[in-house]
């Protein structure tokens, strides 16, 4: 019932589609109503959805080639900002890397530290464009060189120019040395935090194997049981239950409390790690995640959080 009247409200909303934007519609007391919606990435304006008198804000996207543009945020007006703040809502912007030189050659990843190809530049370039005009405070990234460089390059396309900035917190020696002195710069400065728990599920004996040659020998079956059940794993790797306890705990501990806050943030991670944090954002079963969402590499999902604790 929600699904199709929300489709037939705006015109514009699909459900699984393959490209886009995933726009996650939450009322004031923080409850997700519906779930896994896509909206395409698009030239769009703000709209609402009200069913049963509650308000929800949503991107409504008009057409497929433009960024997402909101007029309230835009960084060319100067009082966009304290609009924004007016509104007691924060962004979340979860964007999964580009492709990579191991997914272009259809080799299971996991944890090796693989760049991007030619095309993953390319969709991380493009992903930023089209979230240009979202205001972004905080970016958060796994450890992975790939999940940083789409959003170091995202960031290279956003209208306010800040730089975004790797914090090195590893020692005591490290923050001393890439410590910044200058407030101006500091206010033109996003600061990058990577944290391993944001990596992509280790594969374990399966990393570098190629996956058509993997099932040949395991049996298609067998092969994606490790791939998209829940709670089993590969051999000596970890099931995305195991993901999902490091991703979610650490969104919990040092993500979430900065979006309550009011600070709009970016996390640049992989497919397992974003699908565990959507899993606990939208309250989906481990059958729904594998059922409701899919975010293809290059692609993002943006959110409204209302700044105070969710019921």
């Known amino acids: 019932m929600a699904n199709s009247l929300l489709h037939q409200t705006s015109g514009t909303l699909q459900l699984l589609s393959n490209l886009g934007i995933y726009c996650e519609l939450r009322s004031n007391s923080g409850r997700v109503v519906p779930r896994g919606f896509k909206v395409q990435v698009a030239c769009s304006k703000r709209g609402t959805y009200s069913p049963g008198g509650s308000n929800f804000s949503v991107i409504r996207a008009l057409a497929s080639q433009n960024s997402v543009v909101d007029p309230v945020l835009s960084p060319l007006n100067n009082s966009s900002h304290d609009s924004h703040n007016k509104s007691n809502e924060a962004a979340l912007i979860l964007i999964r890397h580009g492709e990579s030189l191991w997914n272009e050659k259809n080799l299971f990843t996991g944890c090796v530290d693989v760049p991007l190809t030619k095309k993953g530049v390319e969709e991380a370039i493009e992903a930023g464009k089209r979230i240009s005009n979202i205001p972004v405070d905080m970016i958060y990234a796994s450890a992975l060189i790939r999940a940083q460089m789409t959003a170091m390059l995202a960031m290279t396309q956003h209208r306010r120019k800040k730089v975004p900035i790797i914090m090195h917190n590893e020692s005591e020696q490290a923050r001393s040395w890439s410590q910044i002195y200058s407030e101006e710069t500091l206010k033109r400065s996003i600061p990058v935090i990577a944290a391993w728990q944001l990596n992509e599920r280790m594969y374990g004996e399966l990393q570098g194997l190629n996956k058509q040659e993997t099932a040949d020998r395991f049996g298609r079956e067998k092969v994606h049981e490790w791939r998209r059940s829940y709670d089993i794993p590969p051999p000596n790797g970890e099931s995305l239950e195991m993901c999902a306890q490091r991703a979610v705990a650490y969104f919990k501990d040092n ?21 565990s944090i959507i899993m606990y954002l939208d309250k989906l079963t481990s059958q729904e995640v594998w059922t409701l969402f899919q975010l293809h590499p290059g692609c993002f999902r943006l959110s409204w959080y209302p700044c105070f604790t969710f019921s």
Do not use: D, F, T, Y
């Open 255 to 275: 993500i979430e409390p900065q979006i309550l806050s009011g600070k709009n943030v970016m996390i640049a991670a992989h497919g397992n790690s974003l699908r």
